[in-house]
């Protein structure tokens, strides 16, 4: 099984473009996460999706917009991207609340 | 709102010794879970350990327990038997109270652990 998949591994944008992380998850999982990882900071939540055809915001969800495509797939687009949100980026997904979330391997954005 | 507190920016450890990772949470909830998480320097998050509020018992895979200890809203991790390839950060999680909130996870900022040949 693939688990969760994100795409793409490494990125380097100039400030002000544009781009969308993609993940996808074959584990037919309810609930789909995107979160940030900074160096002293954890893992913050950006936006999550507790079951197709909705979305949250969590802690840090600004500058950024999400769409919940179908159960498997979870975007994140940055619509102007800023040197703040240089991170790496994680994916996750679950399949209730009181199991494990499952996490794809990151993706390294750099904007410079 | 939750909050995951780990007090222990990094810590060290002799190998085959054991070791606990501290995390304290605050939340005025009754129903939550908690998780405990494994970060290498691969950079993957490896899922270690998850205790619910009303488990009676504390949670135990394998080299890993978890003290729970709900009046004092602690959630510490132990591992037993430390070995080299237990160097890595630790994340210690929460997930909400039930309804709409219980799909949130929320982490702490984490513990790098160093183990010592």
């Known amino acids: 099984n693939a688990g969760v998949t994100q795409t793409p591994k490494f990125q380097v944008l100039k400030t002000g473009q544009s781009m969308t992380l993609q993940c996808a998850q074959d584990m037919n999982h309810n609930s789909m996460y995107w979160y940030r990882q900074d160096p002293g900071m954890g893992l913050r939540l950006i936006y999550y999706s507790a079951s197709e055809g909705t979305t949250d915001k969590g802690e840090v969800p600004n500058g950024y917009n999400v769409s919940r495509l179908n159960k498997r797939e979870f975007s994140l687009r940055l619509e102007s991207a800023a040197p703040s949100q240089t991170s790496v980026y994680f994916c996750?997904?679950?399949?209730?609340?009181?199991?494990?979330?499952?996490f794809g391997q990151g993706t390294r954005l750099t904007v410079v | 709102a939750q909050k995951i507190t780990q007090t222990q920016p990094g810590m060290f450890v002799q190998e085959k010794e054991a070791v606990t990772l501290d995390c304290t949470y605050d939340t005025s909830d009754q129903s939550y879970g908690l998780f405990w998480y494994k970060q290498p320097s691969s950079g993957e998050m490896i899922f270690l350990i998850y205790q619910g509020s009303y488990d009676e018992q504390n949670a135990t895979e394998g080299r890993y327990s978890l003290n729970f200890q709900k009046a004092r809203k602690s959630a510490n991790l132990v591992i037993s038997a430390s070995q080299l390839g237990d160097s890595a950060m630790y994340f210690c999680?929460?997930?909400?109270?039930?309804?709409?909130?219980?799909?949130?996870?929320?982490f702490g900022k984490g513990t790098k652990l160093s183990v010592i040949p």
């Open positions: 999680a929460m997930r909400g109270p039930s309804g709409a909130g219980s799909y949130q996870l929320t």
């Open positions: 996750a997904s679950r399949a209730s609340k009181d199991t494990e979330a499952f």
